[in-house]
């Protein structure tokens, strides 16, 4: 069964949205090629059936439509690995929010930078400057800057040092998830 809609948020994702698909039409079609490397193409399911408050998203039993969407998904991460996400909350100007204040963000002076509330392990939160983070610790450095935020709900961000309107973009983005 689903869980209530008010713990659905309390799932860690990235500034700018790393681990979120967007619909296909929100991609450069130049630099993303939508067939996975096994030729196949992915699927694009279309997850509003979650976005209504009935069924489980206020502890009732799924909705007809909410298990197919279930299994949906299911079908694609058992066969393909990836899918696309259609319906889920984000729209363009959203997504073109979050990148345009994350690019200033990431524009910012590395002295600047410093200020910027450093990434807390103990915490999955705050900023990691380039190459400053190896996930894997048997291989160099990750080339990536990441700003890691949590569910205002069961933690309070620290935005400080971020520019103007950052920390206003992330929480609301983060809500519409």
Known sequence: SCPPRKLLP??????????????????????????????????????????????????DAPT?????????????????????????????????????????LFALEEGVKKTVRRYDPATNTGFSMYATEALNTARPPDMKEAFNIRSREHFQNDYAGTPAGFGDMCEGFWDKL
Not at 73 to 99: K, S, T
């Open 64 to 104: 007809p439509a909410q298990l197919a969407t279930a299994a949906q998904i299911n079908a694609a991460c058992r066969e393909n690995g990836f899918l696309y996400l259609e319906n889920f909350g984000i729209e363009p100007d959203d997504v073109g929010d979050a990148f345009e204040r994350s690019k200033q």
């Open 10 to 59: 309390t799932i860690e994702t990235h500034v700018v949205c790393n681990n979120t698909f967007f619909p296909r039409q929100m991609v450069d079609d130049d630099a993303h090629n939508s067939t996975h490397p096994r030729g196949a193409e992915l699927p694009s399911i279309n997850f509003a059936s979650f976005l209504v408050d009935e069924g489980c998203l206020v502890g």
